[in-house]
């Protein structure tokens, strides 16, 4: 039966992109060929021919991957993002292997994504300026980034006070945000630069999120894309802890710029930061740690205080966590929601037509309720109304649909 199969798939499926086999299995934690050939009921040699590019399933194998990895047969077919640049994985050296490969295809699958919605909605234009300029990225200093950051607040005409939620001029910069559970406390997010669109992608995990955690994460990932976007895979490797202190140095100046903030926490104590953190909508913990970069507090001062803060388990979840709902990225979800209701597309012709993913990952990335494309959209079919025997004087007439307001 298997040699049967093999010689069956060796007709192979003209166009089929192997990457996107890899692609689909990684985001579907199938991790080993093994595991997909078993599913499948071929040779592992078979399996691994397919994602080497050195043969190709036949159409009858095409469909069955294709259900198995619960997406469409023209998904294997369209061309892949052929950046090769690095991708900024927050907490790399404890995230394993298969955990990175899931989300850095699931943050392939969001420019995928964004690529469909871009033919019909024109999305914000990039604006991240150039801060880093002709300077090399591994000598920048502390000064530099606090500059950087107050030139970066002006650049987007936010001013100098607290930011109510980051992900507003972070999407307006023509940044792609969106949210997707990791499964891992290991990942808190990744970023990205596309060389096909010239955008950079953002994703940030909702495992045991909240907002002001969410805030924090946001920042730092656009700090990625702000310093980092010329750093290559090699570079991440060997100098992975100053990227990443870089990215939070820039992020905690962006959020709680030392103008302004440093007055506000003039006088530090934890008592002051509880009521801190409902204006500057950040952390306990983070304004703890931008005093000490800021020279407010010393060194063991800020020693004590991280001892307190976990003494009474706010490591776990900070007073006042709770209060706050979560934000979430708008863009994608809004510019759907506007392809349908300017009857651009149906959701049936954008999931079978432009789409080649499920309904459940493309909700999931764009931020959208589950089961939005099941959904009734309130479409209306144009009918005429039937005369009345004996009354000539009615005319027909149209039933009008009504946008939403």
């Known amino acids: 039966m298997a040699s049967r199969t093999d010689n069956r798939t060796r007709a192979g499926t003209p166009g089929f992109q192997a990457a996107r086999l890899t692609q689909a299995r990684e985001a579907r934690g199938v991790t080993t060929l093994l595991s997909l050939a078993g599913l499948l009921g071929v040779n592992t040699s ?50 394993r292997k298969r955990e990175r490969g899931r989300q850095l295809a699931r943050l392939e699958w969001l420019r995928d994504i964004t690529e469909v919605i871009g033919h019909y909605i024109k999305l914000p234009k990039v604006d991240i300026p150039d801060l880093v300029g002709t300077e090399d990225w591994r000598t920048l200093r502390e000064e530099d980034l606090e500059r ?19 992900l507003t001029p972070i999407e307006r910069a023509g940044i792609i945000v969106a949210c997707d559970e990791m499964g891992t406390t290991n990942l ?18 909702t495992d045991k999120m909240n907002f002001y955690r969410r805030q924090m994460d946001a920042a730092h990932e656009m700090a990625h894309a702000v310093l980092h976007r010329g750093v290559a ?34 006088q530090p104590t934890i008592s002051r930061f509880r009521v801190l953190k409902d204006t500057w909508r950040v952390s306990i913990k983070a304004m703890i740690h931008r005093c000490q970069d800021l020279e407010i507090i010393d060194r063991d001062q800020a020693t004590q205080m991280y001892k307190y803060y976990s003494a009474r388990g706010w490591s776990k979840g900070e007073p006042g966590d ?25 959701k049936e012709d954008l999931l079978y037509g432009d789409f080649t993913l499920s309904a459940g990952d493309i909700e999931g990335l764009c931020g959208l309720p589950s089961g939005w494309f099941e959904s009734k959209t309130g479409d209306v079919v144009p009918l005429q ?7 000539n004087k009615l005319g027909g007439g149209e039933i009008i649909a009504f946008g939403r307001k």
């Open 322 to 346: 709770d209060v706050m709902p979560i934000q979430k990225p708008r863009l994608l979800s809004q510019a759907l929601s506007m392809i349908v209701d300017e009857g651009l597309r149906t």
């Open 233 to 266: 895979k090699e570079e991440l490797k060997s100098n992975f802890e100053v990227v990443e202190r870089q990215a939070f140095r820039l992020a905690s100046a962006f959020l709680m710029p030392s103008e302004t903030f440093a007055l506000a926490a003039a």
């Open 46 to 95: 078979t399996v691994s021919r397919w994602e080497d590019g050195t043969s190709s399933p036949s159409s009858e194998m095409l469909q069955e991957l294709a259900r198995l990895l619960r997406v469409r047969p023209a998904f294997f077919l369209r061309s892949v993002d052929e950046t090769r640049g690095a991708v900024f994985f927050r907490s790399l050296a404890a995230a």
């Open 148 to 166: 950087m950051a107050t030139e970066l607040r002006h650049h987007w005409r936010l001013g100098l006070g607290p930011i109510t939620n980051v």
């Open 385 to 391: 109304i039937q005369p009345r025997r004996g009354d």
């Open 188 to 205: 808190d997010g990744l970023c990205r630069w596309s060389a096909t669109d010239g955008r950079p992608y953002v994703l940030l995990a």
